[in-house]
């Protein structure tokens, strides 16, 4: 894993009750013909949708007969997601959309620091194997994830790490956490390893969701506060998930 995480340097948030929802109701005879996917919702606010708008809403209309359960959980990153993944790989799902690791960066990391007021700890001016630290702190936390799934025969879908340049967190009593390069390097490191990682369906969320005019940013129209996504945002989001993992799949 370190060996990749160099190569890579070199080039270059489980609720106990899941809310579930099911897609709009048809008539009996198209769900007969027509029985989706049933799809566990992994991360943190961006797919739990809290305050804003939820990518799998959309993405149920999108595929007539999938059943989704959010097991995301806002404020949350992959350390708590792996400790509760259990009640994922115990229901009765297919499929699970992975989505997480950004608090790992914006928000659990400043816990690591000993002085909450150090820039060290917001990621400004961290040393390069401390980037390295972080990237495989995630990528271990979600590749024990991916296994752990496949092991339970679901499909893994593994969406990668939104854009989220410009944002500035809330203060906290370990920082403020925020947007800066040395935390965007460690999302292309985890981003790309994603792609490297045999036996999944990655999805290039960040391509498609990232600002063609502000590079590392989202649109304007599909965020309100740089990182969580609007309703806009949420069905760019969906798209891009439906058409690499279930267009195929939804449209039979």
């Known amino acids: ?3 990749l995480i160099s190569y890579l340097m070199a080039a270059g948030l489980t609720a106990t009750a899941p809310e579930v929802e099911a897609a709009a109701p048809q008539t009996e005879a198209s769900l007969e013909q027509r029985v989706g996917p049933k799809v566990a919702i992994v991360g943190d606010s961006i ?3 809290k305050p ?3 990518y799998w809403k959309p993405l149920q209309e999108m595929c007539p007969g999938m059943t989704a359960s959010n097991h995301a959980v806002g404020g949350q ?3 708590y997601l792996l400790r509760h993944f259990n009640d994922v790989v115990r229901g009765d799902y297919d499929t699970v959309i ?3 690791g950004i608090n790992d960066v914006a928000i659990t990391d400043l816990k690591d620091c000993p002085n909450g007021k150090d820039k060290i700890c917001t990621g ?3 040393s390069e194997r401390q980037v390295k630290k972080h990237a495989e702190g995630i990528i271990d936390r979600l590749d024990e994830m991916y296994s752990r799934a496949e092991e339970a025969g679901m499909e893994v879908v593994a969406v990668t790490i939104l854009p989220w340049g410009g944002y500035v967190g809330a ?3 370990y920082g403020q956490a925020h947007y800066s390069e040395h935390s965007q390097q460690v999302v292309d490191i985890v981003n790309t390893w994603i792609f490297t990682r ?3 369906t990655p999805v290039s969320a960040y391509q498609v969701m990232e600002n063609p005019h502000n590079k590392g940013h989202l649109r304007p129209k599909d965020t309100v506060d740089k990182l969580h996504p609007t309703k806009e945002g949420a069905q760019r989001l969906a798209e891009v998930i439906y058409n690499t993992a279930f267009k195929d799949i939804c449209s039979r």
Request: glycine letters at 8%; charged letters at 35%; hydrophobic letters at 35%.
């Open 1 to 3: 894993m370190k060996r």
């Open 77 to 79: 990153d992959t350390r």
């Open 198 to 200: 045999q036996g999944i």
């Open 124 to 126: 400004e001016r961290w």
């Open 98 to 100: 992975i989505l997480a």
């Open 52 to 54: 804003y708008a939820p």
């Open 171 to 173: 203060k906290t009593k």
């Open 47 to 49: 797919s739990a949708g």
